[in-house]
């Protein structure tokens, strides 16, 4: 089986990253467009990999995957298996992007990952114990997001436009995208990539926050979000004998690329647990999406793998 070149795959709604490997070696990367979430996810996952195929003529014969909206995983890894039977697939790993960010972040230890790009999820790993918090799409949550800030400077840019808040930078901002600002929320809700368009409106945010009330309001905002979710998902984790364990976050995506959300974050976590470790991440929800073959049976995210093979 070591022989075997495995596709791994990081499904994401910014971009979907695939990389092929043999025995640990790297041998083709490639990025293609990020899923889309109002379509069904494993059409997308074949689509890109026969994309690669056509693009590289690379050949597979294992698929790990993380990815964001898994459903129902074992009935997805099946579904994909069956898609990619005529490329030669024989076999088929699925886990969603949370455990594949954890493990590319901070590998086989004890805490937490906030994976925060246009959506955000949180994954917890204690001694025993997995907690998920969040992760569930831009109409029910992903509260401190990329597209959660960039709906809120919307929000904050329509609401200094009708006066009902002071005036703001970011209703410059919509303007240079709909100058005819108030026919913008029609354009918008129109346009099939919305989401991702939300959520570029998230760089202007972090940009223009400390000089810019509205923006450093909002970035504070999904610092706390963001802060909340690691809190939730430890507590769910700790183990009742070690109440002060000393956990290791780590913090990834676009949205910790500014430094007042991160500092924020950090803060509000420490000062809920002190002896949290705060760490960069060892590597990329694609790496973590390379390793779900080879996780040992006994760590608490083997179980939330699923493994279809024919």
Do not use: C
């Amino acid at each position: 089986m070591s022989a075997v070149h495995v596709l791994a795959v990081d499904a994401g709604q910014t971009g979907t990253k695939l990389r092929i490997t043999r025995d640990g070696d790297v041998l083709r990367e490639a990025v293609y467009s990020g899923v889309r979430t109002h379509e069904p996810l494993m059409p997308q996952l074949a689509s890109a990999a026969r994309a690669l195929r056509a693009d590289t003529g690379a050949e597979f014969g294992v698929i790990s995957v993380g990815a964001s909206g898994v459903v129902d995983a074992q009935a997805d890894a099946t579904t994909l298996l069956q898609l990619t039977a005529d490329l030669g697939v024989s076999r088929v790993l699925l886990a969603h992007d949370s455990i594949t960010s954890f493990l590319g972040s901070l590998g086989d230890v004890h805490g937490a990952v906030a994976a925060a790009g246009t959506g955000v999820v949180t994954l917890a790993v204690g001694r025993s114990r997995v907690a998920r918090v969040d992760g569930w799409g831009n109409i029910m949550g992903d509260a401190g997001s990329a597209y959660w800030i960039g709906r809120e400077a919307l929000d904050a840019a329509m609401r200094a436009h009708d006066g009902r808040a002071s005036a703001t930078a970011l209703t410059d901002v919509v303007r240079e995208r709909w100058p005819d600002i108030e026919s913008a929320y029609i354009d918008l809700q129109s346009d099939p990539d919305r989401v991702r368009l939300v959520a570029s409106f998230a760089e202007a945010v972090t940009a223009l926050a400390g000089g810019d009330t509205a923006a450093s309001q909002i970035s504070l905002r999904a610092a706390r979000e963001l802060s909340l979710s690691v809190l939730t998902a430890l507590t769910r984790v700790a183990e009742d004998d070690v109440p002060n364990e000393p956990f290791v976050v780590g913090a990834i995506g676009g949205v910790f690329r500014s430094t007042l959300i991160r500092g924020r974050f950090e803060e509000l976590v420490a000062e809920a647990r002190p002896a949290v470790r705060f760490v960069a991440p060892h590597g990329t929800g694609l790496d973590g999406a390379a390793t779900l073959a080879g996780l040992p049976d006994r760590h608490p995210l083997r179980a939330h793998v699923v493994d279809a093979s024919r």
